[in-house]
Each structure stands twice: as structure tokens, then as C-alpha cells.
């Protein structure tokens, strides 16, 4: 009697939809809030310069500040999240503080304002940003991890996109007018809010400690480990070489773009950035980080030598397409190792020191940028930002070779 034949093995899943749920509704609630942000920071740039008559220099600044300002809060939020054992309800303040602050916006009539109006918004994404992907690392099984953070990070980018998209379509609608559009802006950020409020659970996690002596303690920096600390030195060093988006934003209206269609820049760039960055996550499961981040680095070299030689729309289009490239080749994939590498019950602690490194380095990157755009020229800028990028690249030969860093994570 021939023995029946073994039943065929179904055929393995996208690794996308295997991801959870509650990183699908995480992904939804950055792609509201992106939307929002992004609208507002497509137009914040020549507001700044053409309405307040602001210098690029001080742009560079106010921009550097913001991102320290966000570096310093994911400490304290992502040290906090692993103590307290909750990580949704203080991603949840952040976000609801961040539409608090979107109306201040287009109610600003001065630099000051203006500032209060960006720290405030900086702030509230210090506050989430870490116990998010600190969430998104507690519920992600390893072996899935690039695949969950680049599905974020691509609808993170999906609203990227969509916020510049709008304000240009918003900006036609207004004759020009910045205000009514930054208005419009306030919308998707309160549906953000209100998304993580009603439809994100965080599943119950063991060892979360109360809080002691401050949210900041030196034992929970060192027990992070060496393959931690490496990985955010290399995020920092990687950070240098790339300066605020507000930059692209002041090379798009040299390159010859009108204000109203300056948004459209940055539509481009996270097109490209929404279309890789989850190929890319499931790419590097399967063989490895640390080339990918090379070839990151690599094309955001390319991309800045072409920004800083052309002088057109297409060599223009050809370095923001490079650029987005390159974020989707390097942004997931560090918040990845950054899970691959820390403890499991300080996350949190991990990614809000990883943000506080990376941020702090955008500081002076960012301060940089506006003087030698202000001293010499949107060439000069793009040009110092391609050595950075071939000097961050030699920074990879800290971290290991092979499929999801084997052999960093110190548990």
C-alpha cells in the first residue's frame, strides 16, 4: 500500500504580516501625527526666512535646539516607561501634548514664539518616542524586529509625505498664504492622539521597578552593556553627517521652486523613504545590519555631493531622491540594533540614551550647516555633509558582521 503523500507546507507569509497588530495602530498613529508635523515643518523654513525675516544661520540654530531639546526628554520618558511598567500612556501624553501645540503655530507673530511653539512640539515627541519603539520592541518577536520597525517607519513616511502634500495643495487653495495652512495641521495630530488613546494595548511586562531616586541613575546606563554603547556611538557619528531637513527645504526655493510648491521636495524625498524602508527592515533580518548601514551611508554621500554641485530642479530631485534612500537605509535599522543589543527590561532606557546621543550630535551639525550656508553658500554645506558621511561610514567597523548582529545582545 503506497503511503499517502505528506500534505504541502503552506507557503511562508510576508514577513509584514506577521508583524502584531498594536505595531500596525503604532504606525498609523506616527502616520497621523507625521502628517501634521511634516505640513507644518514643509512651510516652518520659509516662514522663518521670508514672513520673519529670520536668518539661515539662525534656522540652523533653532532647528539644532529642537532635536536637543527631543534627545534630552527620551531619557527621562524612555527611563520612566521601564520603571513604571507603562509604556503606552506616556507615548500617549506625548502625542497629546504634541496637538496641543500645533496651534501655536500659525498663531505665531514673532521668532520667540516661534521657538516656544518648536521646543514645545520637540518636547512632546521626546516624551513618546521612546517608550514607543520601546512597545514596539516588547511585543516583536526578534526574529521580526527589522520588519516591525521599517513597517513603522514606512508608515511614519506614508504621513511624511502626505504633510508636505498637503500644504501644497492647501497653499493653492489659501493664494499663498502660510497661516490657514498651518491651521489645517492641528487636524490630523488631535486624530493621532486620539488613535493611541482608544486603540493601542500594551500587553503586561514583569520587573517593571518604582521610581527611585529620579528617573536618571548611572546603574542603569552601565547595565545597557559595551554593544549598546557601540551602537549609539555609532548612531551619533552617523547623526553629524546628516543636518535638519530644513536645509533640503532652503535648497529647494535657491534651486528655483516657489514657495507654495517647496513642500514638494519633501514629497519626493519620503516617497522613496515610504517605498524602502520596510523592504529594507525585512531585508536585513535575513542578512545582516551593518552593510546596509554602509550602503547608507555611501548613498547619503552621493546624494549630498549632488545637492551641493547642482543648481537645478533635476539634480535637485535626483539628491532629495538619494536622501530618502538613505534614511530608509540607515533610521529603522538603528533603532533595530538599538532593540537587538539592550536588556529587555530597559528598553526604554536604551533608546531614550541612543535619542539622547543622536540628538545632541544634530545639535552642532545643524548649527554648522546654517553658518556655512549663511558664510559661503548652499554648496558648502552639502559638501562638509559628504565628508562627514565617508567619516561616519569608517565608524562601522565597530559593530559585527552577520544576520541581526548575532552575538551583540548581551541576554
Same mark, same amino acid.
Given at each position: 500500500?503506497?503511503?499517502?503523500?505528506?500534505?504541502?507546507?503552506?507557503?511562508?507569509?510576508?514577513?509584514?504580516?506577521?508583524?502584531?497588530?498594536?505595531?500596525?495602530?503604532?504606525?498609523?498613529?506616527?502616520?497621523?501625527?507625521?502628517?501634521?508635523?511634516?505640513?507644518?515643518?514643509?512651510?516652518?523654513?520659509?516662514?522663518?526666512?521670508?514672513?520673519?525675516?529670520?536668518?539661515?544661520?539662525?534656522?540652523?540654530?533653532?532647528?539644532?535646539?529642537?532635536?536637543?531639546?527631543?534627545?534630552?526628554t527620551?531619557?527621562?520618558s524612555?527611563?520612566?516607561?521601564?520603571?513604571?511598567?507603562?509604556?503606552?500612556?506616556?507615548?500617549?501624553?506625548?502625542?497629546?501634548?504634541?496637538?496641543?501645540?500645533?496651534?501655536?503655530?500659525?498663531?505665531?507673530?514673532?521668532?520667540?514664539f516661534?521657538?516656544?511653539?518648536?521646543?514645545?512640539?520637540?518636547?512632546?515627541?521626546?516624551?513618546?518616542?521612546?517608550?514607543?519603539?520601546?512597545?514596539?520592541?516588547?511585543?516583536t518577536?526578534?526574529?521580526?524586529?527589522?520588519?516591525?520597525?521599517?513597517?513603522?517607519?514606512?508608515l511614519?513616511?506614508?504621513?511624511?509625505?502626505?504633510?508636505?502634500?498637503?500644504?501644497?495643495?492647501l497653499?493653492?487653495?489659501?493664494? %499663498?498664504?502660510?497661516?490657514? @495652512? *498651518?491651521?489645517? !495641521?492641528?487636524?490630523?495630530? $488631535?486624530? =493621532?492622539?486620539? /488613535?493611541?488613546?482608544? #486603540?493601542?494595548?500594551?500587553?503586561?511586562?514583569?520587573?517593571?521597578?518604582?521610581?527611585?531616586?529620579?528617573?536618571?541613575r548611572?546603574?542603569?546606563?552601565?547595565?545597557?552593556?559595551?554593544p549598546?554603547w557601540?551602537?549609539?556611538?555609532?548612531?551619533?557619528?552617523?547623526?553629524?553627517?546628516?543636518?535638519?531637513?530644513?536645509f533640503?527645504?532652503?535648497?529647494?526655493?535657491?534651486?528655483?521652486?516657489?514657495?507654495?510648491?517647496?513642500?514638494?521636495?519633501?514629497?519626493?524625498?519620503?516617497?522613496?523613504?515610504?517605498?524602502?524602508?520596510?523592504?529594507?527592515?525585512?531585508?536585513?533580518?535575513r542578512?545582516?545590519?551593518?552593510?546596509?548601514? %554602509?550602503?547608507?551611508m555611501? @548613498? *547619503?554621500?552621493? !546624494?549630498?555631493?549632488?545637492? $551641493?554641485? =547642482?543648481?537645478? /530642479?533635476?539634480?535637485? #530631485?535626483?539628491?532629495?531622491?538619494?536622501?530618502?534612500?538613505?534614511?530608509?537605509?540607515?533610521?529603522?535599522?538603528?533603532?533595530?540594533?538599538?532593540?537587538?543589543?539592550?536588556?529587555?527590561?530597559?528598553?526604554?532606557?536604551?533608546?531614550?540614551?541612543?535619542?539622547?546621543?543622536?540628538?545632541?550630535?544634530?545639535?552642532?551639525?545643524?548649527?554648522?550647516?546654517?553658518?556655512?550656508w549663511q558664510?559661503?553658500?548652499?554648496?558648502?554645506?552639502?559638501?562638509?555633509?559628504?565628508?562627514?558621511?565617508?567619516?561616519?561610514?569608517?565608524?562601522?567597523?565597530?559593530?559585527?558582521?552577520?544576520?541581526?548582529?548575532?552575538?551583540?545582545?548581551?541576554g
Amino acid at each position: 500500500m503506497t503511503p499517502p503523500e505528506p500534505a504541502p507546507r503552506p507557503a511562508p507569509s510576508p514577513a509584514w504580516r506577521e508583524v502584531p497588530r498594536t505595531v500596525w495602530t503604532l504606525g498609523f498613529v506616527s502616520m497621523f501625527m507625521d502628517v501634521s508635523s511634516e505640513a507644518i515643518h514643509a512651510l516652518l523654513p520659509l516662514f522663518l526666512v521670508d514672513t520673519l525675516g529670520v536668518a539661515v544661520a539662525a534656522v540652523g540654530l533653532i532647528e539644532g535646539l529642537a532635536e536637543a531639546t527631543t534627545a534630552i526628554t527620551k531619557v527621562f520618558s524612555g527611563m520612566l516607561s521601564d520603571r513604571l511598567g507603562s509604556r503606552k500612556w506616556l507615548a500617549f501624553i506625548g502625542y497629546g501634548l504634541a496637538a496641543l501645540s500645533k496651534p501655536l503655530f500659525p498663531l505665531a507673530h514673532s521668532l520667540d514664539f516661534v521657538v516656544v511653539a518648536r521646543l514645545s512640539d520637540r518636547v512632546a515627541k521626546g516624551i513618546r518616542g521612546a517608550p514607543r519603539d520601546a512597545l514596539i520592541a516588547d511585543i516583536t518577536p526578534a526574529t521580526l524586529r527589522g520588519a516591525a520597525f521599517g513597517l513603522r517607519q514606512t508608515l511614519d513616511t506614508i504621513g511624511a509625505f502626505g504633510g508636505p502634500l498637503l500644504a501644497v495643495l492647501l497653499m493653492a487653495a489659501y493664494g %499663498g498664504h502660510i497661516r490657514p @495652512v *498651518l491651521w489645517w !495641521a492641528v487636524l490630523p495630530a $488631535a486624530l =493621532s492622539a486620539l /488613535l493611541i488613546l482608544v #486603540a493601542v494595548r500594551e500587553p503586561e511586562r514583569n520587573g517593571a521597578r518604582a521610581v527611585k531616586q529620579g528617573p536618571i541613575r548611572r546603574a542603569d546606563l552601565i547595565r545597557l552593556g559595551r554593544p549598546f554603547w557601540l551602537v549609539a556611538v555609532v548612531g551619533a557619528l552617523f547623526t553629524v553627517a546628516r543636518f535638519s531637513e530644513a536645509f533640503l527645504i532652503l535648497k529647494s526655493q535657491n534651486a528655483g521652486l516657489s514657495p507654495s510648491l517647496v513642500p514638494l521636495s519633501m514629497v519626493g524625498m519620503n516617497v522613496v523613504y515610504s517605498a524602502t524602508a520596510a523592504p529594507v527592515g525585512m531585508m536585513s533580518d535575513r542578512i545582516g545590519r551593518r552593510g546596509l548601514l %554602509g550602503l547608507g551611508m555611501a @548613498v *547619503l554621500a552621493l !546624494a549630498d555631493i549632488l545637492l $551641493a554641485a =547642482s543648481t537645478g /530642479l533635476v539634480g535637485l #530631485a535626483l539628491g532629495l531622491a538619494l536622501w530618502g534612500l538613505h534614511l530608509a537605509l540607515t533610521q529603522g535599522l538603528l533603532a533595530a540594533l538599538v532593540a537587538d543589543t539592550a536588556p529587555e527590561e530597559a528598553r526604554g532606557t536604551a533608546f531614550g540614551a541612543f535619542n539622547l546621543l543622536t540628538g545632541i550630535a544634530l545639535l552642532p551639525a545643524s548649527v554648522l550647516a546654517g553658518v556655512l550656508w549663511q558664510e559661503f553658500g548652499p554648496a558648502a554645506t552639502f559638501a562638509a555633509a559628504a565628508g562627514f558621511a565617508a567619516i561616519a561610514a569608517l565608524s562601522l567597523r565597530w559593530l559585527p558582521r552577520g544576520p541581526q548582529t548575532a552575538g551583540l545582545s548581551p541576554g
